[in-house]
C-alpha cells in the first residue's frame, strides 16, 4: 500500500544542536501533517503544509514541503531538552474522509 | 481547549475477551478516527467514521473490531475475542468539518494489555 518514508529512524543530539527528520513518498500529497509525541503520549498536531514549496516556522521549527509535494522536513534548530519526543509527519490518504498514514516517526532525545 | 477524552487510559484483559474502549470526540467535530500503535512502532489506521457509519477501514480492522457511536456525544471501539496481538496503544481522534485538510485532534490513549 503506499506509504510514507521518514528517516532518521533515530537522533541523538547535545542541546544546542540542530535537528532535522524527513519525509518522502512516492506520491504527490495534498498536504503533509506533522506531530510530535512525547514519551507515554499521544501525537499532537504542530502544522500543517499545503502549498508546493511552502515553508512554515514556528519558534525554532521550521517545516518544509517540497516543489513536488512528495517530501518534507522538519528542522530544529538549537534543541532543547523539551524537544525531547518521537517526531511524525502524517499524509492524508484515499478519499476526503482523511485517515492519515504516519512515517515511522524519529525518536530525537537531547542531551544537556 | 477542547480536547478528546478517551476511557480507561488502561485496559488489562484476559485473550479471548471482549474489551470496548471509550472515546468522547469534541462536541462539534464531524469525523472520527481509531488509530492503534504497537510498543514502538509507528500509529497505524484502523477506522474512520462519519455520519453515523464507517467511511474506510484497513486491513488490521476485521470482523473482531467494530465501531459505534450510540448518542451524540461517545465514540466506542469494541474487540470482540482479544488476541494477544491486539495490545497495543489505541489512540482516537476527531476532525472538524470536510477536507483532509483540517487536522486531527487525538485522545491521551488507552493502553490494551491482553495477557
Known amino acids: 500500500g503506499q506509504q510514507v518514508m521518514q528517516i532518521p529512524q533515530y537522533q541523538h543530539v547535545q542541546e544546542g544542536e540542530d535537528f532535522t527528520t524527513y519525509c518522502n513518498s512516492s506520491t504527490t500529497l495534498s498536504n503533509i501533517q506533522w506531530y510530535k509525541q512525547r514519551p507515554g503520549g499521544h501525537p499532537v498536531f504542530l502544522i500543517q503544509?499545503?502549498?508546493?514549496?511552502e515553508v512554515k516556522k514556528q519558534k525554532r521549527l521550521t517545516f518544509q514541503f517540497g516543489e513536488a509535494k512528495k517530501n518534507s522536513s522538519l528542522h530544529i534548530t538549537a534543541t532543547q531538552t523539551t524537544d525531547v519526543g518521537t517526531y511524525f509527519c502524517a499524509a492524508p490518504r484515499g478519499t476526503s474522509y482523511g485517515k492519515l498514514t504516519f512515517g515511522q516517526g524519529t525518536i530525537l532525545t537531547v542531551h544537556p | 481547549e477542547p480536547e478528546v477524552t478517551q476511557t480507561p487510559s488502561h485496559q488489562v484483559t484476559q485473550m479471548g475477551q471482549e474489551v470496548i474502549l471509550r472515546c468522547v470526540p469534541i462536541?462539534?467535530?464531524?469525523?472520527f478516527y481509531w488509530y492503534r500503535q504497537i510498543l514502538g512502532q509507528k500509529v497505524e489506521f484502523l477506522v474512520s467514521?462519519?455520519?453515523?457509519?464507517?467511511?474506510?477501514k484497513s486491513e488490521i480492522f476485521d470482523d473482531q473490531f467494530s465501531v459505534e457511536r450510540p448518542d451524540g456525544s461517545n465514540f466506542t471501539l469494541k474487540i470482540r475475542s482479544t488476541k494477544l496481538e491486539d495490545s497495543a496503544m489505541y489512540f482516537c481522534?476527531?476532525?472538524?468539518?470536510?477536507?483532509?485538510?483540517?487536522?486531527?485532534?487525538f485522545g491521551d490513549g488507552t493502553r490494551l494489555s491482553i495477557l
Open positions: 503544509l499545503v502549498k508546493s514549496g
Open positions: 481522534a476527531s476532525r472538524a468539518g470536510e477536507g483532509s485538510n483540517q487536522p486531527q485532534h
Open positions: 467514521f462519519y455520519n453515523n457509519e464507517i467511511s474506510e
Open positions: 462536541s462539534n467535530h464531524l469525523y
